[in-house]
């Protein structure tokens, strides 16, 4: 009994999908504050892929530090963020 239950267990496991990783996804943005009007262009990393799913958490983790969400630009992935560090400066992976 002890060795079957041994068998099913290994069965089980061998059978169960790998988990994935999570895919790294970043967002470069655009937001503004008002009295007075600051912008900033940022990059920030999101758990959503798309362009549509992190606009959502772009504008919500924004709004907690006060700014307004304009737009998400692109979602992209780790071989983008060299290029637009320069641009965002201190909003560089800051939220």
Known sequence: MKQMLSLLTLAA???APPT???AECYAD?????DAPL????????VQACSTAQAQAEVADRLSA???????????????????????AGAYYLRF
């Open 13 to 15: 496991c061998l059978a």
């Open 38 to 45: 600051r912008l900033h262009y940022g990059v920030m990393q």
């Open 20 to 22: 994935v990783a999570a």
């Open 29 to 33: 943005y655009k937001a503004k504050q």
């Open 65 to 87: 530090a006060g700014w307004t969400l304009l737009n998400v630009l692109s979602v992209f992935g780790p071989e983008g963020l060299q290029e637009r560090k320069a641009d």
